[in-house]
Nanobody
Framework: QVQLVESGGGLVQTGGSLRLSCVDSGRTFSSGAMGWFRQAPGKEREFVAAISWSRGNTYYSDSVKGRFTISRDRARIAVDLQMNTLKPEDTAVYYC???????????????????????WGKGTLVTVSS
């Protein structure tokens, strides 16, 4: 079974960088997409970025485009999120997610924050101080 484990969260100052990693410790994920969502205190979960496993197509929310970069490592069965030029509004719990299918409807679900993913990690906290 897919078991997602996140790492790399922490406290950083405005303008700083962090790199999040997510590994499938069960080593069973093989197709579909992996990505990141986040949830700030008092707010709904929102989509951050995703990457298709086979072609490496990337998807970003407007709020992080140009600052965050998602990448995949098929040997590690992992997805990384490089976060640069961090802002206080990036403060949130970041959740890794994986889904077995990719389609226009599923991609739309990501952007609406409604999931479209089958597996979720427990989350890692990112705090950006002003």
């Amino acid at each position: 079974q897919v078991q997602l484990v996140e790492s790399g969260g922490g406290l950083v100052q405005t303008g700083g960088s962090l790199r999040l990693s997510c590994v499938d410790s069960g080593r069973t994920f093989s197709s579909g997409a992996m990505g990141w969502f986040r949830q700030a205190p008092g707010k709904e979960r929102e989509f951050v970025a995703a990457i298709s496993w086979s072609r490496g197509n990337t998807y970003y929310s407007d709020s992080v485009k140009g600052r965050f970069t998602i990448s995949r490592d098929r040997a590690r069965i992992a997805v990384d999120l490089q976060m640069n030029t961090l802002k206080p509004e990036d403060t949130a719990v970041y959740y890794c997610a994986a889904g077995s299918k990719v389609s226009p409807d599923i991609i739309a679900s990501w952007y609406l924050g409604r999931g479209g993913m089958d597996y979720w990690g427990k989350g890692t906290l990112v705090t950006v101080s002003s």
